[in-house]
């Protein structure tokens, strides 16, 4: 560390001017280049050229952080550290990463990396503005976010900060797929995140906004040496719990297997639980595994909700977020859904009613010590009674405040709520020992549970829960569904020609969303539509998108996976009826069922 302000070259006059300008525009030659001891590497930097991030000396860097100090350290995460600067020049705000020298050595592989993310620019992601390639030295500098991450906002121990609400958790849900949505659909060539989870989800501190989450730290697997060694199966960059199970089979990654990854954080919002802990019991330890029977039935579903919500959420929305949880955990990644569909329905859920919403009504957590994976049978008469008369006791609660404040108010059991939070706060450092560092590991557990399934069936059922989400009593989410859907069915027929006929069939579903904004009778006849739609909706589906993405063969289906679909397909049904799923075992055909 001595030899950092003086070992670095010293940048050029006009770089330091262009930055003075607070210029971070696509430069035309990085001044690393222009720098004395790269010249080994100069002419040797592919897209360099075109980079869209300013070119930092070290010293500069070193400068802006103090020297790298202690009091600077933001953190540490897989990647190296992460140091609080501010640029002398312009006196912005950066958090500065000094990547660990792993996997980063190769200059060309490193500035074409940062070419790539330096022109990825949206809300929802951690902008990187500039970079340091002196020498071995590898450092990425992002504008400075004053946020907490979703991890300690979540699952943390901060009693100053009260709980997140549902809608609160569906607004983070909903920004961080648009984020995901970017890098896989709008970067060019697309960037797949590898390695998201909730400490890489960055939250605003400013006026309680949630709606500004911001992804971080993507594409930095690739930078940080995932693909780089020839001689050797492909590593696994990602974190154990959130990694989809044919990357810890193979180290492939595809944008599905973000889409995993994503439905794990999304599983962490509802439930409240880590995706890795080791202070639960053996059966519980691993999110997805636990959750994997609990998908099967729908009645279940309220009781996997996070206890600290208090059964503040409307039911349906918890039935189509776990629904959604589900089909981006399922085991085949053909069978997941684009990140852009996920978007769709979140941006829908995020929403809060402008109309109280009734409480669950199935037997839930009497006590936020319970998080059950109890059977139904296991809620004794007495349990059921207590639960009712509390509901009945509490239903005028549940108006459009309560909502906002959701389980921020948390009227009931403070204390166990306090308790709770204490216990998950100490189940953290176990946990983020053993979810953070298990990089490079490529363990078979991983791959939970998960029902496979056919992905030809899964694109229907998207497009039927897609449709489903507009049978809501609230009017302006109607609207707001219908624009979705709008906007969806384009991007679809301009992605792929082959989706002509999907085009023709969301039109129909377009038309009678029009329709639907008149009543809640004939709402049902949108849905129906929907439906129909869905049913057309067949060989240029979800899966076909992907695939031609090349993303790997489609298997066939099993008597499981059916099972698994036509529950979650009922959950998201039993949400718009918003009262307990009539859940059918028989798996009888959709055009049977209505
Ligand atoms: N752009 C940023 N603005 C403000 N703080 C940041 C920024 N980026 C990272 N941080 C902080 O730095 C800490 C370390 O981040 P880092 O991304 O290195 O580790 P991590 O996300 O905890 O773990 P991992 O590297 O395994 O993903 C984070 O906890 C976060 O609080």
Redesign the pocket.
């Known amino acids: 560390m001595n030899c950092f302000p003086c070992c670095g070259p010293q940048k050029n006059k006009q770089s330091n001017s262009k930055r003075e300008h607070g210029s971070t525009t696509q430069q035309e030659v990085p001044s690393a280049s222009k720098a004395p001891d790269m010249k080994k590497q100069r002419g040797d930097e592919g897209d360099a050229t075109n980079i869209n991030a300013q070119n930092y000396t070290f010293r500069e860097l070193a400068t802006a952080t103090k020297n790298f100090r202690q009091e600077c350290l ?9 140091y ?1 600067g501010v640029i002398p020049a312009t006196g912005q705000a950066v ?1 500065v ?1 000094q990547l660990d020298r792993h996997g980063t050595e190769n200059s060309k592989d490193f500035l074409y990396e940062v070419s790539l993310l330096s022109h990825v620019n949206h809300e929802n992601l ?1 902008k990187l503005i500039g970079y340091c390639a002196d020498g071995e030295q590898r450092l990425l500098v ?8 979703l ?2 906002r979540l699952l943390g121990n901060k009693t100053d900060e009260p709980p997140l609400n549902w809608f609160d958790r569906m607004k983070v849900a909903a920004g961080a797929s648009k984020g995901l949505e970017y890098l896989h659909d709008n970067a060019n060539p697309p960037v797949i995140f590898r ?1 998201l ?1 909730t ?2 989800i ?1 939250l605003g501190n400013e006026s309680n906004n949630l709606n500004n989450a911001k992804l ?2 993507f594409g ?1 697997a690739k930078l940080c040496g995932a693909d780089k060694m020839n001689n050797a199966p492909p590593r696994v960059m990602g ?1 154990y719990g959130y990694c989809a199970p044919e990357y810890t089979r193979t180290g492939q990654v595809s944008m599905k297997s973000d889409v995993y990854s994503f439905g794990v954080v999304l599983l962490e919002l509802i439930t409240g639980r880590r995706a890795v802990d080791t202070t639960k019991p053996n059966d519980e330890q691993n999110l997805v595994s636990w959750a994997q029977p609990l998908f099967r039935d729908p009645k279940k579903y309220p009781d996997m909700a996070d206890p600290l919500l208090n059964k503040h959420f409307p039911e349906k929305d918890l039935n189509q977020a776990v629904a959604i949880a589900a089909m981006c955990l399922q085991e085949e990644p053909e069978a997941r859904p684009l990140i852009g569909d996920v978007v769709t329905a979140l941006s829908f859920l995020s929403t809060a009613p402008t109309e109280p919403f009734p409480p669950p009504s199935l037997p839930a957590a009497t006590s936020v010590s319970r998080h059950s994976t109890a059977t139904e049978s296991e809620y004794s008469e007495s349990e059921s009674e207590e639960e009712t008369s509390d509901d009945e006791g509490t239903d005028n609660e549940y108006d459009s405040s309560a909502q906002n404040h959701g389980a921020a108010s948390a009227k009931h059991k403070e204390n166990d709520v306090s308790s709770q939070s204490k216990k998950r706060a100490t189940s953290k450092k176990s946990s983020r020992k053993s979810s ?1 560092r298990s ?1 490079n590991e490529t363990t078979s557990a991983d791959a939970a549970g998960g029902n496979a399934s056919s992905s030809g069936k899964s694109s229907k059922k998207w497009k039927s829960f897609v449709g489903n989400l507009s049978h809501k009593s609230n009017s302006s989410k109607k609207s707001s569904i219908k624009e979705i859907s709008q906007k969806s069915s384009k991007k679809n027929s301009t992605k792929e020609p082959s989706q002509k006929s999907s085009r023709k069939s969301s039109t129909k579903g377009k038309s009678s969303g029009k329709v639907s904004s008149r009543a809640e009778s004939e709402d049902r006849s949108m849905i129906s539509s929907h439906r129909t739609a869905s049913s057309q909706y067949t060989g240029s589906s979800m899966s076909d998108r992907s695939s031609s993405r090349g993303s790997g063969s489609i298997r066939s289906d099993t008597n499981g996976s059916r099972r698994t679909e036509e529950s979650m397909r009922l959950a998201m049904e039993s949400g718009d009826e918003g009262t307990g799923p009539p859940f059918d075992r028989t798996g009888s055909s959709e055009s049977d069922r209505r």
């Open positions: 933001l953190g540490e995460g897989g990647y190296g550290r992460v609080k958090a990463k951690v992002y504008e400075y976010y004053p946020a907490s991450t991890e300690d390695d989870k400490c890489n960055l971080s730290d930095l974190t953070t990089r």
